[in-house]
């Protein structure tokens, strides 16, 4: 044989052996970036904002989510079709592909978060569950007004910030205040404004939680209102004492109550000027839509509830029974 076929076989030999070697190597890239991963359970992981394809591959690769970084980045600049990777915090599920890591950070849907507002807590409380929550970012506005904050649960993913959460709760107050308000009771005479159903509803919330007694709570004050009555609820006399900004501390006293001061509905008539917490929906809906009902006066009952009455007679009789249970309760402490 002529040495030049002895050198041509040899040129396509290695044209061959180079084709297999770029076909396995094609074939590995692919089955290693579509492949299960080493990640062996669900993991959340922050991509800090301005990470390049490069870093993010590194961080994978210690986080163990991925085994090659090489072979991300190198998918990422093939398959991602120039949609950038998001920063965030994302949960990337187990045995999860490099591919389809690269897709949740495409699609940059980051964990939502939670946080619970609880009914009737006043806005410096509330601003006080924000500034304690870490997930949330920069500082507080200025307190808003008394009453303007709807308490729920809110969702949002880490980084959002403070004043951003202060404004949903405020926009959420609103909208939802203007819903109850056209599906208030149309023969309701007691109160002729929303801003007022917010200032009566914070009063019920305060009185009780007891969420099957807030429309017969808010009855009473209806009742009230309707005939002249003061109200005469202690967290409006608290109210008038810390403004809101931290509890009592003790018990009210008989001095307590006749402090002249615009919150003490055992001294002034009607409404307070203003609300004395931030009432939840249930709370203004039950001001709102009041059970028909003649009573006028409640008080604890021992279970966490409260015995209702008509009359002065049988409250007096109720709250007979409610400071026999307090002595007992204090006999046995």
Do not use: C
């Not at 590194?58 to 991925?66: C, D, K, R, Y």
């Not at 926009?171 to 308000?181: T, Y």
């Not at 917490?277 to 028909?292: C, F, S, Y």
């Not at 409260?306 to 002595?327: C, P, S, Y």
């Amino acid at each position: 044989m002529s040495l030049f076929r002895r050198l041509a076989r040899l040129a396509a030999a290695l044209v061959l052996l180079g084709a297999l070697a770029v076909g396995a190597a094609a074939y590995w890239f692919q089955a290693t970036f579509n492949g299960n991963g080493p990640l062996t359970e669900e993991k959340t992981l922050v991509i800090p904002k301005g990470s390049g394809v490069a870093a993010i591959a590194e961080l994978l690769a210690a986080e163990g989510i991925i085994a090659e970084p090489l072979v991300f980045k190198a998918g990422v600049r093939l398959y991602a079709d120039s949609q950038p990777l998001q920063a965030g915090e994302f949960s990337f599920p187990a045995h999860v592909s490099p591919r389809g890591a690269m897709q949740v950070l495409i699609e940059g849907k980051s964990v939502l978060h939670r946080i619970t507002i609880a009914e009737g807590l006043t806005v410096a409380e509330i601003f006080a569950v924000l500034e304690a929550m870490p997930l949330l970012e920069g500082s507080l506005p200025s307190l808003p007004p008394e009453g303007s904050l709807l308490p729920e649960t809110y969702f949002f993913v880490r980084g959002d910030q403070r004043s951003a959460m202060v404004e949903r709760m405020q926009a959420n107050m609103q909208a939802k205040l203007a819903e109850l308000w056209e599906q208030r009771d149309p023969e309701l005479k007691t109160i002729s404004t929303p801003e007022e159903a917010v200032i009566l509803a914070s009063i019920v919330e305060k009185e009780t939680g007891v969420k099957a007694e807030r429309a017969r709570v808010a009855a009473v004050f209806h009742n009230r209102l309707r005939i002249g009555m003061p109200l005469q609820s202690d967290p409006t006399a608290i109210y008038g004492i810390t403004e809101g900004k931290a509890p009592l501390g003790r018990e009210l006293t008989t001095a307590d109550l006749r402090l002249d001061n615009d919150y003490n509905t055992y001294v002034i008539p009607g409404l307070p000027p203003g609300p004395i917490a931030n009432p939840g929906v249930a709370a203004l809906h039950a001001v709102l839509n009041p059970i028909t009902s003649k009573e006028l006066y409640f008080v604890a009952d021992g279970t966490g509830g409260h015995a209702f009455a008509e009359t002065l007679d049988g409250h007096n009789r109720n709250v007979a029974k409610w400071r026999k249970i307090q002595k007992q309760r204090s006999q046995s402490e």
